[in-house]
């Protein structure tokens, strides 16, 4: 089993609609997690963390489910510019260490006019 | 302010050379990671420098080396290269060791022929 895992779509979506993401990690000792977004052969940007109690960023919500081990990105009000890749990020520890993060292959989202 | 530069940009080896890629992080970050991006995939950890030591190192074969240094800027090296090893390379800066926000540079995108 892949430490994350994500669907890699694409997934090809009408402007204005309202889309998510879930990913799945296999190390139930991981502490931190984060979704980044890449543009095409750019390099990855944080898009934001993601908190037990769940988190909303504007257009954006992330929600964290400890018990299935998995996280999810909600995107409301889809815009042209959304389109990328969203990848799910997982770190095995809170603070300290350097394990470095693991990544997902990312989810390609199409935003279609 | 600078973000985190790269370089070379693009780079063409042939089996069996040798290849350093540089880095310099956003000032005042005194952590540098390296990532190798294979194309399709996400971002996979090579390793961690702070404060010029080895902090985590992901599992690549020893042909892989890092250092860093004062200025905290860092090199990546990797020695006969193979045709598997054509990829972006990402580096990332960030302020202390933790899981905190990566900041990555655009890349060194590597072809071995």
């Known amino acids: 089993r892949k430490e994350v895992e994500q669907d890699p779509g694409p997934f090809n979506v009408p402007e204005g609609a309202t889309v998510a993401f879930n990913c799945t990690y296999s190390?139930?000792?991981?502490?931190?997690f984060f979704w980044y977004r890449q543009d095409c052969r750019k390099e990855p940007k944080l898009l934001m963390s993601v908190y037990s109690s769940g988190n909303e960023d504007g257009r954006f919500t992330a929600q964290l489910n400890r018990a299935s081990q998995y996280i999810s990105l909600l995107i409301r009000d889809s815009k042209l510019s959304d389109s990328a890749t969203y990848l799910c990020?997982?770190?095995?520890?809170?603070?300290?260490?350097?394990?470095?993060?693991?990544f997902g292959k990312g989810t390609h989202l199409i935003i279609q006019p | 302010d600078a973000g985190v530069t790269q370089s070379p940009t693009h780079l063409i080896k042939t089996r069996g050379q040798q290849v350093t890629l540089r880095c310099s992080p956003i000032?005042?970050?005194?952590?540098v990671s390296w990532y190798q991006q294979v194309l399709g995939q996400g971002p996979q950890f090579i390793f961690q420098y702070y404060e010029k030591e080895e902090r985590g190192r992901g599992n690549f074969p020893d042909r892989f080396s890092a250092r860093q240094f004062p200025n905290y800027s860092s090199e990546l090296n990797v020695n006969a290269l193979l045709l598997g090893d054509s990829a972006l390379y990402l580096c990332?800066?960030?302020?202390?060791?933790?899981?905190?926000?990566?900041?990555f540079g655009e890349g060194s995108r590597l072809t071995v022929l």
């Open positions: 190390n139930s000792a991981s502490q931190s």
């Open positions: 990332a800066s960030s302020l202390d060791v933790g899981p905190g926000e990566l900041f």
């Open positions: 000032s005042g970050h005194k952590s």
């Open positions: 990020v997982v770190s095995p520890q809170a603070g300290g260490g350097a394990d470095g993060l693991t």
